[in-house]
């Protein structure tokens, strides 16, 4: 799939309206499935908080990621797919970055991310990196991607979630 507003060879812009018919013409998107993302290209650095977002760039079907909270709620019990990218920057002096995906606010194994920086003094360095997990989720259910601690800084995050 190709996320909203994305630009695609020949700089031809997809919108969620074109996209929604490409997936119900391919048979992609039955009833009651839902595709989300959201994005924050701004800096974030929390910490022990979720990631808020300052945009979604993909709503389609039930649910949506809530930008003011960083929290999906799942519309129906089922399998998901939960995907997030970011950006890190660390210095010699900064903690180290350490974001994941939370399940009702317990934290999913295997969806850390760590970025860390150890070489000289006034020193920096870049990252980018981050996971894709399925996951099943009853009614209800929270998602939230986390911050264990954030506060060397993350930026042009993706968070993406398909109810398969």
Not at 21 to 46: F, P, Q
Not at 126 to 132: A, E, H, I, L, P
Request: proline share 4%; glycine share 12%; hydrophobic share 30%.
């Amino acid at each position: 799939w190709v996320p909203a507003n994305c630009a695609i060879p020949g700089n031809m812009m997809v919108t969620k309206y074109l996209l929604a018919s490409i997936l119900i013409g391919w048979g992609g998107m039955a009833a009651g499935k839902g595709y989300h993302c959201s994005v924050n290209e701004g800096e974030v650095r929390t910490v022990n908080g979720p990631v808020t977002f300052t945009q979604q760039s993909l709503r389609l079907g039930p649910g949506h990621i809530n930008s003011r909270t960083g929290q999906f709620t799942a519309p129906n019990g089922g399998i998901y797919t939960l995907t997030y990218s970011l950006w890190a920057s660390n210095h010699a002096e900064d903690k180290r970055v350490r974001v994941m995906l939370r399940k009702n606010q317990q934290k999913i194994p295997g969806t850390t991310h760590f970025s860390t920086y150890y070489g000289e003094s006034g020193r920096y360095m870049f990252d980018q990196g981050g996971r894709t997990m399925i996951v099943q989720l009853a009614k209800g259910d929270n998602i939230d991607l986390y911050c264990r601690d954030c506060s060397p800084t993350i930026r042009n995050i993706s968070f993406c979630i398909t109810e398969e």
